[in-house]
C-alpha cells in the first residue's frame, strides 16, 4: 500500500495522543455541588446518589476543605431549611442555612470560590420555584412576585460574601432584575451565572431526594424548558446575556450537548454545563453492578463536554476528577 496519510501515526503511543489531543481537561474546570441542612447533625447519605450526603455546617466545612485541598476551586451550595413556607421566607433571612453557611466558609476558606443556587423551590411549602396557586391541583407560578424574592435571596447571599449568585429558577427577566439588585446594594462586582436553558428534565429524581424540593403537586413544565425546543433555549440564553449574565449554563448535561456547543458558538461566554443527579446515579448504579469502569466513563463524559464547548463542568465526581487528573 502506497499510503499518503496515515493518522493511526499520531495514536501510536500514549505520549504522541496526549501531544496531539484536541480537548483537554483541567482540574480548573470543575465546580462541586454540596448540600447544607439545618435539619440533621452531621451527614445524610442521599440513597439515590452514592456518595453525595446532606451535610450540616461543620460536615460542610470539612467537606470543602477536603476538596479544596484536593484541587477543586470552586462549590455550588444548596441550601435545606428546616421551616418551609408559601413566601420562601429562609431563602432571604439573614442567617439562613445558605447564608451561615456562605459566611463560615469564607470566613475558613476564603480561596474557595463560592456560588449559590438562587431559587425558591428547597424553601417554598409546595416545592415550585416561585409563588404559587393551585387551580384544580395545576400549579400556576406568578412570575414577577417571585422575581421580587429572587432579587431578594440574591442579594442577601451576596451580603454573606458569596462571590458567584446562580438564579436557577427559570422565571421571565430575573436575570436583569437581580443584576439590577446586586448592582444597587453595592455588589456589582458580584458573578451572575444564570441557568439560562434549565429543561424540564427527568434526571432530575434524585437531586430532588438530595435537596427535598420536589413538587407536593403537578409539575414545573411551565417554567423549566421543553425538552424540543433549542432555538427557545438559543432565545433564553439571548435574553440572560442582554440582561447582564456573565456566565450561562446548560441544565442537564449529556441530553443536552447539541446546545452546549451552539451556545458557546454563538454567544462566546464563559459556559457551564451541569451534570445532573440521573446522570451520576445512572453511572453509579451500573458501576456498583459491574458494567462499567467508573474512572473512565466518568473522564470520557468530562471531555465530551469540553468538546462540546463548555467551560466549566458542574459535576458530583469534581473531587475525584481532579485526583484523576493529578494521577491519584
Known amino acids: 500500500m502506497n499510503l499518503t496519510r496515515r493518522p493511526r501515526r499520531l495514536r501510536s503511543t ?33 440513597a439515590s446518589m452514592p456518595g453525595v450526603a446532606q451535610l450540616d455546617e461543620d460536615e460542610l466545612l470539612a467537606e470543602a476543605r477536603d476538596a479544596h485541598a484536593a484541587g477543586v476551586r470552586a462549590v455550588l451550595l444548596f441550601g435545606i431549611p428546616a421551616v418551609k413556607d408559601e413566601q420562601a421566607s429562609q431563602a432571604y433571612a439573614k442567617n439562613g442555612v445558605v447564608q451561615r453557611a456562605v459566611r463560615r466558609l469564607k470566613k475558613e476558606l476564603p480561596a474557595l470560590l463560592v456560588i449559590t443556587d438562587v431559587c425558591l423551590c428547597e ?3 409546595h416545592g415550585h ?5 393551585f387551580h384544580e391541583g395545576v400549579p400556576h407560578v406568578h412570575n414577577d412576585a417571585s422575581v421580587d424574592l429572587l432579587v431578594a435571596s440574591a442579594v442577601s447571599h451576596a451580603q454573606a460574601g458569596a462571590d458567584v449568585v446562580a438564579p436557577s429558577d427559570m422565571m421571565d427577566g430575573r436575570i436583569g432584575a437581580i443584576r439590577a439588585g446586586l448592582d444597587a446594594a453595592g455588589f456589582e462586582h458580584v458573578v451572575l451565572m444564570s441557568y439560562a436553558a434549565k429543561f424540564a428534565s427527568a434526571f432530575y429524581g434524585p437531586f430532588r431526594d438530595a435537596a427535598e424540593s420536589a413538587p407536593a403537586a403537578g409539575d414545573r413544565r411551565s417554567y423549566q424548558m421543553d425538552a424540543g425546543n433549542a432555538l427557545e433555549a438559543l432565545r433564553e440564553v439571548e435574553m440572560d446575556v442582554e440582561e447582564g449574565a456573565d456566565i450561562v449554563m446548560v441544565k442537564p448535561g449529556l441530553p443536552y450537548l447539541d446546545l452546549v456547543w451552539r451556545i458557546k458558538e454563538r454567544f462566546e461566554l464563559p459556559t457551564a454545563v451541569y451534570q445532573v443527579s440521573g446522570e451520576y446515579a445512572m453511572v453509579k448504579a451500573a458501576v456498583a453492578n459491574g ?3 467508573e474512572r473512565a466513563v466518568v473522564m470520557e463524559q468530562m471531555q465530551a463536554f469540553k468538546r462540546a464547548g463548555a467551560d466549566l463542568i458542574i459535576s458530583y465526581w469534581a473531587k475525584e476528577c481532579v485526583g484523576w487528573l493529578r494521577g491519584n
Open 291 to 293: 458494567w462499567l469502569d
Open 123 to 125: 424553601y417554598m411549602s
Open 129 to 133: 420555584c416561585g409563588i404559587t396557586e
Open 14 to 46: 500514549p505520549q504522541l495522543r496526549a501531544l496531539v489531543r484536541e480537548t483537554v481537561v483541567t482540574a480548573d474546570d470543575f465546580i462541586l455541588p454540596l448540600f447544607v441542612s439545618e435539619k440533621i447533625k452531621g451527614r445524610v447519605p442521599v
